[in-house]
T-cell receptor
Framework: QKEVEQNSGPLSVPEGAIASLNCTYSDRGSQSFFWYRQYSGKSPELIMFIYSNGDKEDGRFTAQLNKASQYVSLLIRDSQPSDSATYLCAVVYGGSQGNLIFGKGTKLSVKP | GAGVSQSPSNKVTEKGKDVELRCDPISGHTALYWYRQRLGQGLEFLIYFQGNSAPDKSGLPSDRFSAERTGESVSTLTIQRTQQEDSAVYLC????????????FGNGTRLTVT
C-alpha cells in the first residue's frame, strides 16, 4: 500500500529559526512532490513542488528531494509567526494524477 | 483569474436529509478531486474525475455518497440520508490533469449534520 508519512507534530520553533519538515513515501515510482500549507479553518494552498533530486529554493522556502532515500523535506528559513500552520506533503505515484496521496500533515508553531 | 468555486460555503442539515454540494473548477482543468476533512484531521480522498474517463470512486465511504461531473465542468457531490459522522469540510480541487500539475483548492463547504 502506497503511503506518505509525516510527523504530526506540533513542531515548535522560535521566530527567526529554521523549521525543517520531513515527509517519507513508500513507493520508488513516485514522480512529483508537493508541499501545501493549510492555515486553521482554511483550504490548503500550494507552497512548492519538486520533481528532481536535489534542492529547489523559493524565497525563504527550500524543498529537498532524495529519491534514493524516499524522502522530501521543506525548510523554512527565518521562520515567522505567520508561518504557523499545518504543512501537507503530497506525492504522485506513477505519473498519474489519480495516484495523488496526501500525508496527514505536520503542525508548525513559530513562537515570537 | 477565477479559482475553484464551491457552494454553499456552509450547510446545516438535519440527520436523514440529503445534501448536494457543488464545485466549479478552474476553466480548462480536466482533473477534479473531492476530499473530506474532519476537524483536526487530514485530507480524506473521496473521488477523482479526469476528463471523460471513468471516475475513481475508491474513496467514497459508503453508498450514501455519490458524485457526478459532466465533461470538464461543474461537479456535484451528493450525500443521501446524512449522518452526524458526515459533518466535515468537503474540499474540491482541480488541476490541468498532467502528472506534474499541482492542485488548486476551493474554499470548501462546511457541512454540519444535527
Amino acid at each position: 500500500q502506497k503511503e506518505v508519512e509525516q510527523n504530526s507534530g506540533p513542531l515548535s520553533v522560535p521566530e527567526g529559526a529554521i523549521a525543517s519538515l520531513n515527509c517519507t513515501y513508500s513507493d520508488r515510482g513516485s514522480q512529483s512532490f508537493f508541499w501545501y500549507r493549510q492555515y486553521s479553518g482554511k483550504s490548503p494552498e500550494l507552497i512548492m513542488f519538486i520533481y528532481s533530486n536535489g534542492d529547489k529554493e523559493d524565497g525563504r522556502f527550500t524543498a529537498q528531494l532524495n529519491k534514493a532515500s524516499q524522502y522530501v523535506s521543506l525548510l523554512i528559513r527565518d521562520s515567522q509567526p505567520s508561518d504557523s500552520a499545518t504543512y501537507l506533503c503530497a506525492v504522485v505515484y506513477g505519473g498519474s494524477q489519480g495516484n495523488l496521496i496526501f500525508g496527514k500533515g505536520t503542525k508548525l508553531s513559530v513562537k515570537p | 483569474g477565477a479559482g475553484v468555486s464551491q457552494s454553499p460555503s456552509n450547510k446545516v442539515t438535519e440527520k436523514g436529509k440529503d445534501v448536494e454540494l457543488r464545485c466549479d473548477p478552474i476553466s480548462g482543468h480536466t482533473a477534479l478531486y473531492w476530499y473530506r476533512q474532519r476537524l483536526g484531521q487530514g485530507l480524506e480522498f473521496l473521488i477523482y474525475f479526469q476528463g471523460n474517463s471513468a471516475p475513481d470512486k475508491s474513496g467514497l465511504p459508503s453508498d450514501r455518497f455519490s458524485a457526478e461531473r459532466t465533461g470538464e465542468s461543474v461537479s456535484t457531490l451528493t450525500i443521501q440520508r446524512t449522518q452526524q459522522e458526515d459533518s466535515a469540510v468537503y474540499l474540491c480541487a482541480s488541476s490541468p490533469g498532467t502528472g506534474n500539475s499541482p492542485l488548486h483548492f476551493g474554499n470548501g463547504t462546511r457541512l454540519t449534520v444535527t
